[in-house]
């Protein structure tokens, strides 16, 4: 009877380059070798970041690739011998007409007797998972500050001004009535600031066609008409950009706070003629954020070429009640990333002086 009617055939009967094409999806950089470091499989990351061909990467050995060989013949030494399920360790990676590359290197067994996977995490890339986890985290924890917030303030609120309202009916003098009026007034501020707080949560979520595009426009008419002297709006925009589902006019309120608080950080350039933002859109193909890979995603850049970010409060921009200018209210990034996120997108920044750049990522079909 033939060998292949006693079953499916073995794992190792089936070719590396069928059993790991899955392997091709993920940005990681990912190699699966033999117990000597010999390379079966490289993906499409691995091949883009050495900057050769998969042809010319299999068989070769993968220790050779690495500044220190000897990490990862180590590490291979340990796997023949059963020693870990998984070892980790950070090395830098050899590249053709680029300087090496810092790494987090995992070596792990396959299923297989005799195969390694080697996943390669560029410490870059490492960094920026842990930030926009944080800044998930960061979000789901301002939404649950505003509802405790909303929900202490406003009803002992409404009181506060309800007895002023009574008291002022009962009083003759006008010195005491100012008293009242500014105890109304006070109030009506705090309700104000709730109310801002609690808007993204409250509004409906209408869904359209969105260009994203027409949104940029839009806010780029509205920041020159409330600032026509000293700025430069500058359109760097890839109109093969495909429309996508959303909500406009919230996609418009969080750009336009970005770029807003943007041209408020520009008045010493705007006064010297020399301020500049510039919309910057473009395509990400296989970007990963928040936790998910998406095949395509919207880059949409707003950059400047203000003072940056302070230092003193880069890590805390998206709270609310954060701001780095005097009289800021501190809501705007904090309603920007809120209306971002409900499109299952997210915002990140980047900032040294003389250039800010806040980067939307949003899913495209």
Known sequence: MPATALGPPSQSAVPASQRFQSLDLLATLVAVVASDGCVLYANAALEDALGMSRRSITGARLQDCFTDPLLLQNAL????GNEFAALRYDAWLKRLAHD???VHVVVAQTEVSGE?????????????QEREERLIDQAQANKELIRNLAHEIKNPLGGIRGAAQLLQMELE?????EYT??????ADRLQSLVDRLLAPHRRPHVVGDVNIHEVCERVRSLILAEFPKGLRVVRDYDTSIPEFRGDREQLIQAVLNIAHNAAQALSVSIAAGEGQIIFKTRVGRQVTFGKQRYRLALELHVIDNGPGVPDSIKDRIFYPLVSGRDGGSGLGLTLAQTFVQQHHGLIECESVPGHTDFKLLIPLP
């Open 116 to 128: 390694v996977i080697v996943e390669l995490l560029p410490l870059e890339q490492q960094t920026r």
């Open 173 to 177: 003098s006008k010195e005491l009535i």
């Open 181 to 186: 009026q500014v105890i109304i007034h006070e």
């Open 100 to 102: 090496p590359l810092p």
């Open 77 to 80: 030494t340990g796997a023949r």
